[in-house]
């Protein structure tokens, strides 16, 4: 399994690299899906829904406002770092993250391309300005005091599922500069990837000899393109990942094993052959 994953890389110079939730876990944030694919507890909330309902945002607000400490606390595991020495000693080339938990810069890696946004920023949707989501985080629980200690589980990133009680009395934090509406800065399901990403991420695609996909069972189409157009132009796919992907027929290789194990593995055996 190792040496067929090495030669890929051997064989293949221009790599792109997507990754999914599954390469994360391993730093305590869970995944979406399980290994059949399905999707696992109650749906995200939607965009549209979340800019024409308050109820919706506050919902949102108030389970992020407990489950964005462990996206805060959460370091790069061993396949992120991985990842980055693999780019640094150029084994692999680009990356292309749908992850939003910004793990793959803390790690080493340069030039990451976030399909989906980051969960670290919050934007202004009516004067559009910018906010650290740890600033976000403060004021918060300035609003509402107390709440952090809420009975909740953790869920996908910075989510958490709260009891409804906790909802009843619960503040939303508003534009400290217009008094818009706040929403962190990630491609919520329901909408669509930033055209400017789209663009950037498709040249990334093109440009690459091959991909291998890390963690992602690629249910979502905004990953799952990149393997269709991969295919299409006869560029072989490999992927790790934990159970059953959406593109398992198309894939050159497949390795079900745990990426936090095989990639540092992988990097020591292509540095011991070179």
């Given at each position: 399994?190792?040496?067929?994953?090495?030669?890929?890389?051997?064989?293949?110079?221009?790599?792109?690299?997507?990754?999914?939730?599954?390469?994360?876990?391993?730093?305590?944030?869970?995944?979406?899906?399980?290994?059949?694919?399905?999707?696992?507890?109650?749906?995200?909330?939607?965009?549209?829904?979340?800019r024409k309902s308050e109820a919706v945002?506050?919902?949102?607000?108030?389970?992020?406002?407990?489950?964005?400490?462990?996206?805060?606390?959460?370091?790069?595991?061993?396949a992120h770092r991985a990842i980055a020495q693999l780019q640094a000693d150029a084994m692999l080339g680009v990356l292309v993250t749908q992850n939003v938990d910004g793990l793959h810069?803390?790690?080493?890696?340069?030039?990451?391309?976030?399909?989906?946004?980051?969960?670290?920023?919050?934007?202004?949707l009516d004067c559009h300005a910018g906010f650290a989501r740890s600033y976000v985080q403060g004021l918060l629980e300035d609003l509402n005091p107390g709440v952090t200690?809420?009975?909740?589980?953790?869920?996908p990133d910075g989510d958490a599922h709260v009891q409804p009680e906790a909802l009843e009395h619960f503040h939303v934090p508003h534009?400290?500069?217009?008094?818009?509406?706040?929403?962190?800065?990630?491609?919520?399901?329901?909408?669509?990837?930033?055209p400017d990403v789209t663009r950037a991420a498709l040249a990334r695609i093109e440009a690459a000899d091959a991909l291998l996909v890390v963690g992602s069972s690629l249910m979502v189409f905004s990953g799952f393109r990149f393997c269709r157009m991969a295919a299409a132009s006869g560029?072989?796919?490999a992927a790790i990942n934990l159970g059953i992907t959406r593109a398992d027929d198309l894939l050159t290789l497949k390795l079900d094993a745990s990426a936090e194990q095989l990639l540092p593995a992988l990097h020591g055996q292509l540095r011991g052959l070179d």
């Open positions: 399994m190792l040496d067929q994953l090495a030669s890929f890389l051997q064989h293949h110079r221009q790599v792109m690299v997507l990754t999914g939730a599954g390469i994360s876990t391993a730093s305590g944030i869970p995944d979406y899906r399980g290994r059949d694919g399905v999707r696992r507890g109650s749906a995200p909330v939607q965009g549209p829904e979340f945002r506050k919902r949102y607000w108030a389970r992020s406002m407990i489950g964005y400490p462990v996206m805060a606390r959460a370091e790069p595991n061993a810069q803390r790690a080493g890696s340069t030039d990451v391309l976030e399909l989906h946004g980051t969960i670290h920023q919050v934007v202004c200690g809420t009975l909740a589980t953790a869920a534009c400290v500069h217009c008094g818009g509406t706040l929403k962190p800065d990630v491609v919520f399901f329901g909408d669509g990837v930033a560029k072989p796919i």
